[in-house]
């Protein structure tokens, strides 16, 4: 999250209305606008500093150059009853995330599950979003990712895969949902842009530098370093974070027909772009489930409450308030920032502020909160 006292706030709505007129100066229509800005004031709103409109003024570079189709044709390739692939036609993943996403859960409750991989698209958001939107209809969601190459598999010295996330949420019946939303990374690579902003170093075992060292150094990684998969190293079960990695990728791009590994196309404009292609843009995969294909839906909820209370009374460890449930932080963080407004460093401040500029979409740099 935002260091809040170094912070100026703002309500989500006034931030999701920036957004929205900012992507339809490029030509996005009004509800794709209105799809993509709601994705990125869901992660502000939830904590999630890194994917907010931190990362806008990314998309507005791609958009200004052409990088991004502010009006794609989205359509399906192939088919059958549960499954499908989706061309993204290299729209703001933004749009092409939940579109494809809403086919998933389509075909779940025609068939009881179902299952889209997606090419041809750009940087989605969080992946919470997507599972979010399939507890609102009572299944169970899935969404992954492949992302620009950030991060070494298990004993190398190089960028070769994404910080591929995974989410996936369970609805509860009086408690609140489950919802897992983790990189398969050591960390988000938000978190690193974070401590650089701030110029803090970060943790052990979260990068190496370009000769394959560790460091704390955020510019290290920065320069030529590379993310290290979940669990860092073979002893921290490295291992398991490169698999879950790998998993993604295949799923996302190799069975989509995007590019995988160290292939994909870069986000950001400084990273250089792969000398080789292997497919059509970056891929997503998502997946949703009837529960009342398995088990009665009510039933299966009173179990999840159930689990979640055990769960909360499990024995803290010494210095510790215990166990949270997945996605208590992230809801935490929606209660409090829907009543107190979201925390903006000033150097998100200054990009929206140059946006604002570039565009003419007016934006006021003022805290609505005080």
Known sequence: ???????????????????????????????????AADVLAKSDLRGIDSHGVARLHTY???LDLGRINPKPKIKIVREKASVATVDGDNGLGLVVGPKANEIAMDKAEQHGSGW??????NHFGIAGYYPLKAL?????????????????????????????????????????????????????????????????????????????RDTTEPQDMIDGGAQLPLGSQREMGGHKGYGLASMVDILCCVLSGANWGPFAPPF???????????????????????????????????????????????????????????????REAEAIRSKEGIPLLKP??????????KTGVPFEAKSQFS
Request: net charge negative; proline share 7%; aromatic share 10%.
């Open 136 to 212: 609102e209809r009572d299944l169970i969601g899935w969404a992954m990712t492949n992302t620009t190459k950030l991060v070494a598999p298990l004993w190398g010295a190089e960028r070769m895969l994404g910080t591929n996330p995974i989410a996936i949420a369970f609805p509860g019946d009086k408690e609140p949902p489950i919802v897992i939303d983790m990189a398969t990374s050591a960390v988000a690579y938000g978190k690193i842009e974070i401590a650089l902003r701030k110029q803090e170093p970060v943790p052990k075992g979260w990068i190496v530098d370009k000769h394959g």
């Open 1 to 35: 999250m935002a260091d809040e006292q170094e912070s100026q706030f703002f309500s989500a709505d006034y931030l999701r209305g920036f957004t929205t007129q900012v992507f339809m100066h490029f030509g996005v229509s009004k509800a794709d606008a209105e799809q």
């Open 348 to 357: 998100v401040v200054d990009d929206l502020l140059d946006i604002a500029k």
């Open 60 to 62: 507005f570079e791609m």
């Open 116 to 121: 889209v991989s997606v090419c041809n698209t």
């Open 268 to 330: 950001a404009l400084r990273q250089e772009i792969p000398e080789r292609s292997v497919g059509k843009g970056i891929g997503h995969f998502f997946g949703a489930m009837q529960i009342d294909g398995f088990i009665d839906k009510h039933e299966f909820k009173k179990q999840i409450d159930d689990w979640i209370q055990v769960f909360r009374n499990t024995k803290p460890a010494p210095g510790t308030n215990g166990p949270l449930i997945p996605g208590d932080p992230e």
